[in-house]
């Protein structure tokens, strides 16, 4: 695939002097700990094999050319260094362009301009952080590119910044951390209050890791998520009238249930119980993961939905339609909604002589009770954003 890019390369951008150079950056699943990035608890999540490859070369003025072969419509987006600000109508190139500003405003700066193709195989708005994967692969890129020397969490934290300043979306620091610090056929234990993270192998036995798109287009999903955030916050301070924490991510269930009445709303005290509870979760999927126990495994992704559906009220009549036929087949272990919600994936594991009536029969039941067509991919856990060498 790389020498097709290549090719388009050098026909949108011509032939020019300097090095071209070819980066990777995927997109990522999570298997389980949801809406707990931002409240100071843990995640389980993995980067998949498809991701965003960007060529880049760069240039001896100051001006910085774009082009996506996912949004070709839009052509080259053209757009100087000395003049980056968020335009509605650079429409994804404000990623990048969000990449570049945050690095600037932690010292590094970018001593000339330089041209960049994207090409992406991650279906936009599935929830799979297709946005994170393209800001993740800026990142590298220009590190390496203009030898800024930052170490790799620091370049996923300024990500994250990107995101929340540029972009205007307060999402937590999972996505571009497992884009960034994935490992082949790993999922990464990450504790999003200390950042300290451990990789665990994902040794399924005879199963595998199901996507299914809803293919709902996940249109208010930002400013719930917002919304959410603003719930949890307002549930931790009114927790911390009593309590001496700095995030629901410090509390146990037990310690939940007995301190849950100071939640002045009831909807803030769901939230809260959801964020303490699926943080408990994860870190006891992970222990079973690890023991074996891959049925143990799926139970907790059972209750993860059911949580998020009933407490956290994320998932939507096409997220649980998916989930609740996947429940009902042959085969599966566990099945929940994945990612931020409203629409999306979800994931499922199956065991491998399932997997095609799996797809049939869960396709077919979704299609009847929603009308849509839901697609299917069997997950192959990638690498983190690295160079792409040739040869
Ligand atoms: C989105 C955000 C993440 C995380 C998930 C929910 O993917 O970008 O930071 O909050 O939703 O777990």
Redesign the pocket.
Known sequence: MTSNLLATFTNIFNEGETKIRTFFAPGRV?LIG?????NGGH?FPCALSIGTTAIVRKRTDRMIQFYSTNFTNLGVIKVSLDDLVYEQADDWANYPKGVIVTLEQHGYKLDSGFDVLYAGEIPNGA?L?SS?SIEVVTAIMLNELYSLAIDRVSLVKMCQQAENEFIGVS?????QFAIGMGKEKHAILLDCDTLDYTYSPLDLDEASLIIANTNKRRGLADSK?NERRGECERALKDLQEELDIRSLGELTPAEFDVNAHLIKQGVDRKRAKHAVYENARTIEAVNKLEDGDIAGFGQLMNASHISLRDDYEVTGKELDALVEAAWEQEGVIGSRMT??GFGGCTISIVANEYIESFIEKVGAQYREQTGLQADFYVVQVGDGAKEIVEG
């Not at 949801?34 to 931002?38: A, K, L, N, S």
């Not at 999402?171 to 996505?175: A, F, P, Y």
Request: aromatic share 12%.
């Open positions: 999570n949801e809406h707990t990035d931002y995640v929830g952080s994170a999402c937590g620091i999972m996505d998520y990612g931020a």
